[in-house]
């Protein structure tokens, strides 16, 4: 293990958690620029993974796409789901010679329907299979490697997951306070957190429903070695330069940095498809410009909706 982890829990700050559909090179981008320890990239099908580092393909790789880093990116996590530890450690093999990752995580936690028999938080089912994984994956990757999991599958089985992924070589465990039955339903339970941190000697990442960068050192008050920051990092990137102390955007910055995310998509993506798919994200930096920016088609209309921004109202947190 190349000790990735440790080293860089030993700063203050907080983590940006993989999600679908947004932690993409721009937005890992903006997150590492405002401080985040490190990103997570969306999650990655193992076997679409090898499928398309194996075959000769005209157009984009989807998969791939998903984990290709921005220019001179650091600090990027490459997250994989899948079921079949042949398959995860050929994935594993590509994603380091492809893409270079700091390290590979394991995804345990997904609790959408159409993970079932695919991986994801099925897996909590059946900690053995779930062990037999991440050592398959260790196996075959020279970077650390890790596993996000929630507390169970409709029960807290948390402690003994996390000890049989510990004991398979996990290098680091991302708990999220819910089971899968939950989804995001009721509130995300710290104290179970917690009580895997104090049973593992590997750090404990926390998740769930932190929306403040003032939770972030409460939460690791509780004995959590680092905290992941999801959904309220959305159009809200300063969380992690808040959670190391740094300042709250003013709305100059937040037009600012929405303008820029607009760029980068456009760039990593080519300006129709970059800017059609960051809507919902451009409207989360500036909340009360909702109607123009879920509208934009380029750059431009983002530039021209952004820049009397300042004027028209204080600085507002993100939705």
């Known amino acids: 293990m190349n000790g990735f982890y440790t ?6 700050g907080a983590i940006l958690a993989p999600m679908a559909g947004f ?22 099908s193992a076997a679409g993974v090898v499928t398309e580092a ?9 998969t791939l ?28 093999r590509h994603v380091e010679r492809l893409h270079a990752p700091i390290a590979i995580d394991l995804n345990l936690g997904c609790p959408v329907p159409k993970m079932k028999g695919r991986g994801g938080s099925c897996l909590l089912q059946t900690p053995e299979v779930a062990a037999h994984l991440v050592q398959a994956m260790r196996r075959a ?20 997951i996390a000890l049989a992924l510990q004991e398979a070589g996990a290098a680091l465990i991302s708990v999220h306070g819910r089971t899968a039955a939950q989804r ?51 159009g809200n990137p300063w969380i992690f330069r808040e959670a190391s102390g740094g300042a709250a955007p003013t709305n100059e910055e937040r037009a600012k940095v929405a303008l820029m995310h607009a760029e980068r998509a456009a760039a990593f993506y080519g300006e129709r498809t ?3 798919a960051l809507r919902k ?38 939705a």
């Open 184 to 234: 995001y339903e009721g509130e995300a339970n710290w104290d179970a957190i917690a009580n895997v941190a104090a049973h593992l000697s590997i750090p404990v990442i926390g998740s769930g429903d932190v929306t403040r960068a003032s939770q972030v050192a409460e939460k690791k008050r509780l004995g959590v070695a680092g905290v992941m920051i999801a959904r309220s990092a959305v």
């Open 23 to 44: 932690t993409d090179a721009p937005f890992r981008e903006i997150a590492s620029s405002m401080g985040a320890l490190w990103t997570v990239s969306e999650m990655m």
């Open 141 to 160: 990757a020279s970077c650390d490697v890790s596993a996000k999991m929630r507390l169970g599958w409709d029960a807290d089985r948390s402690v003994e």
């Open 274 to 276: 970059g800017i059609r």
């Open 54 to 62: 194996t075959t000769r393909r005209h157009g984009r790789d989807v």
């Open 7 to 12: 080293r860089r829990l030993a700063s203050p």
């Open 65 to 92: 796409d998903l984990g290709r880093p921005f220019e001179g990116e650091r600090d990027r996590v490459i997250q994989l789901f899948g079921a079949d530890a042949d398959v995860l450690a050929d994935a594993c």
């Open 281 to 318: 994200v451009l409207a989360k930096y500036l909340p009360h410009l909702r109607e123009e920016l879920v509208r934009v088609e380029t750059v431009d209309d983002v530039r021209r909706v952004v820049t009397f921004a300042s004027s028209r109202t204080t600085a507002q947190p993100a």
